[in-house]
């Protein structure tokens, strides 16, 4: 009988099984891939992450073999802001991590710490007593069906979540997704610090070194554009560039390498999910996903993995009832992500409204403002002090620019 048991080994899932086998619970947490493995991810580590990683003194095993970047070029139609946020929890760099090293890291912390970690492992099935979950029904490869029981299951196995699945846990606030990715690893690149260029035509393309000396190169598209895209994905991916970057298209193609096959994305749909009940819990992208626009993926799977680690501990010690532990943790989880989350979906159409293109060009324009909004996008500076009335009010008057009508009504 385990205190927790944690489906997905991943991001959100071994950082959990980690902490909470610190604080000696008995952890079993299953993955069906073996480790190191590779997953679909843009790697975007943003300082809030990495305060999480040094907190739980991981954070140089975590990176290992990944380079920092300190700047940042991101031009949205037309507009362009080249520079960092002020430091972050003490952090003036970030990282872009491959997941084969990088999940392999949180693996082995929670391993190290204590918890029972099964590889190689599928859930097929979640154990009932009554309307509470009690277990799961795993099998390891081709092995028999076995059967675990906890407290509590977690699901920290993705968007796709079986554990999410099989409780019936309802979407809300669900808005579709807009794009597609397709990413590979480039070497013979010198492209400095990372980019994020987002042309006129509803296309977007970016770039982050990575481990091993490779560039991160994508490129993004409105998903009705897919099949024609996949036609010849070398071919568009040389295009979008030349059209979102042009000046970095001609070294891509005389000096570029690409190293890996292109890694194809729909987006999933952005959503929250009922996240917590009787016996059963999700986080990371199990109960909360957005556009990966501004990055923040892998550091909100940081930040709510520690948050239920501190909820479920409250709840299994006798501190807290447990299923109100877990509800403190759901509703914690969606008050601190209101704000990044209509962020994300405002932006991440590829097409600007009249109030944010104002906002924007305005921000573009002051090199404080420039601070604050790379500040935001990393989860630093809170969106509801960003656009605050009476800063965007100094920030049009000191640029001299002015509001979109419905700004300036």
Same mark, same amino acid.
């Not at 975007?44 to 095993?61: H, K, N, S, V, Y």
């Not at 305005?362 to 935001?376: C, D, L, N, Q, V």
């Given at each position: 009988?385990?205190?927790?048991? !944690?489906v $997905? =080994?991943?991001v #959100?899932g *071994?950082?959990? @099984?980690?902490?909470?086998?610190?604080?000696?619970?008995?952890?079993?947490?299953?993955?069906?891939?073996?480790?190191?493995?590779?997953?679909?991810?843009?790697?975007?580590?943003?300082q809030?992450?990495?305060?999480?990683?040094?907190e739980?003194?991981?954070?140089?095993?975590?990176?290992?073999?990944?380079?920092?970047?300190?700047?940042?070029?991101?031009?949205?139609?037309?507009i362009e802001f080249?520079?960092?946020?002020?430091?972050?929890?003490?952090?003036?760099?970030?990282?872009?991590?491959?997941?084969?090293?990088?999940?392999?890291?949180?693996?082995?912390?929670?391993?190290e710490a204590?918890?029972?970690?099964?590889?190689n492992?599928?859930?097929e099935?979640?154990?009932?007593?009554g309307?509470?979950?009690v277990?799961?029904?795993?099998?390891?490869?081709?092995?028999p069906a076995?059967?675990?029981?906890?407290?509590? !299951?977690v $699901? =920290?196995?993705? #968007?796709? *979540?079986?554990? @999410?699945?099989?409780v019936?846990?309802?979407?809300y606030d669900r808005?579709?997704?807009?794009c597609?990715?397709?990413?590979?690893?480039?070497?013979?690149?010198?492209w400095?610090?990372?980019?994020?260029?987002?042309?006129f035509?509803?296309?977007?393309?970016g770039?982050?070194?990575?481990?091993?000396?490779?560039?991160?190169?994508?490129?993004?598209a409105?998903?009705?554009k897919?099949?024609?895209y996949r036609?010849?994905?070398?071919d568009?991916v040389?295009?979008?560039?030349?059209?979102?970057?042009?000046?970095?298209?001609e070294?891509?193609r005389?000096?570029?390498?690409?190293?890996?096959?292109?890694?194809?994305?729909v987006?999933?749909?952005?959503?929250?999910?009922r996240?917590?009940?009787?016996?059963?819990?999700?986080?990371g992208?199990?109960g909360?996903?957005?556009?990966?626009f501004?990055?923040?993926?892998?550091?909100d799977?940081?930040?709510h993995?520690?948050?239920?680690?501190d909820r479920?501990?409250?709840?299994?010690?006798?501190?807290?009832?447990?299923?109100a532990?877990?509800?403190?943790?759901?509703?914690?989880?969606?008050?601190?992500?209101h704000?990044?989350?209509?962020f994300?979906?405002?932006?991440?159409e590829?097409?600007?409204?009249a109030?944010?293109?104002?906002?924007?060009?305005?921000?573009?324009?002051?090199?404080?403002?420039?601070?604050?909004?790379?500040?935001m996008?990393?989860g630093?500076v809170?969106?509801?002090?960003f656009?605050a009335?009476?800063?965007?009010?100094?920030?049009f008057?000191?640029t001299?620019?002015?509001?979109?009508?419905?700004?300036?009504?």
């Amino acid at each position: 009988m385990y205190d927790v048991i !944690v489906v $997905g =080994a991943r991001v #959100a899932g *071994s950082p959990l @099984a980690m902490l909470l086998a610190r604080r000696g619970h008995d952890v079993l947490v299953v993955d069906r891939a073996s480790f190191p493995s590779d997953t679909v991810s843009s790697h975007f580590m943003q300082q809030t992450g990495l305060a999480r990683l040094r907190e739980w003194g991981i954070l140089d095993r975590a990176l290992a073999g990944c380079p920092p970047f300190r700047n940042i070029t991101l031009t949205y139609t037309g507009i362009e802001f080249d520079g960092f946020a002020d430091p972050i929890d003490g952090f003036t760099e970030t990282y872009a991590p491959r997941r084969t090293s990088f999940d392999a890291a949180l693996v082995d912390a929670a391993r190290e710490a204590g918890a029972d970690v099964r590889e190689n492992t599928a859930v097929e099935d979640l154990l009932w007593e009554g309307d509470r979950v009690v277990g799961i029904r795993a099998r390891e490869g081709d092995g028999p069906a076995y059967e675990a029981r906890a407290r509590v !299951v977690v $699901g =920290a196995d993705g #968007a796709n *979540s079986i554990v @999410a699945d099989k409780v019936g846990a309802e979407m809300y606030d669900r808005h579709p997704g807009g794009c597609f990715i397709y990413y590979s690893y480039f070497s013979g690149l010198d492209w400095t610090g990372a980019h994020h260029r987002t042309g006129f035509g509803h296309e977007q393309m970016g770039a982050w070194p990575t481990n091993d000396g490779l560039t991160l190169v994508a490129t993004m598209a409105r998903r009705e554009k897919l099949r024609s895209y996949r036609r010849d994905v070398e071919d568009n991916v040389a295009g979008t560039i030349s059209r979102c970057a042009p000046e970095l298209v001609e070294e891509l193609r005389d000096t570029g390498v690409r190293e890996e096959r292109w890694r194809p994305m729909v987006y999933p749909d952005n959503y929250y999910r009922r996240s917590a009940g009787a016996g059963w819990a999700l986080v990371g992208d199990a109960g909360y996903h957005k556009d990966p626009f501004t990055g923040q993926g892998m550091s909100d799977a940081l930040k709510h993995a520690g948050l239920l680690a501190d909820r479920l501990h409250a709840g299994l010690s006798g501190e807290q009832d447990l299923e109100a532990a877990l509800a403190a943790y759901v509703r914690e989880r969606d008050e601190r992500t209101h704000h990044t989350f209509r962020f994300t979906l405002a932006i991440s159409e590829l097409e600007l409204s009249a109030e944010w293109d104002a906002i924007f060009r305005a921000a573009a324009a002051s090199p404080e403002y420039t601070r604050k909004f790379f500040g935001m996008v990393a989860g630093g500076v809170p969106g509801e002090e960003f656009f605050a009335p009476d800063n965007l009010a100094w920030l049009f008057e000191t640029t001299g620019m002015s509001p979109a009508p419905a700004l300036a009504g």
